[in-house]
């Protein structure tokens, strides 16, 4: 079977975001983890950006609360 480009990017993209909504979770659940040290690189930047935001809104609530 042969799987399209675009379908594998997507696969991909949802792997990336997956693990790294973990890490972040873990981070958000456990204040003594650290917030991931990357940003996955997606297939759809705009899912990039997105992540990025999210990261950085979230580290600057812990500096406002430490």
Do not use: G, W
């Amino acid at each position: 079977m042969k799987v399209n480009k675009e379908v594998l990017e997507i696969i991909q993209d949802h792997t990336r975001v997956t693990d790294f909504l973990d890490a972040l979770c873990c981070s958000i659940e456990n204040p003594k983890v650290e917030l991931p040290n990357f940003i996955p690189v997606c297939n759809d930047s705009l899912v990039t950006d997105r992540l990025t935001t999210i990261t950085e809104y979230i580290k600057e609530l812990r500096k406002k609360l430490l």
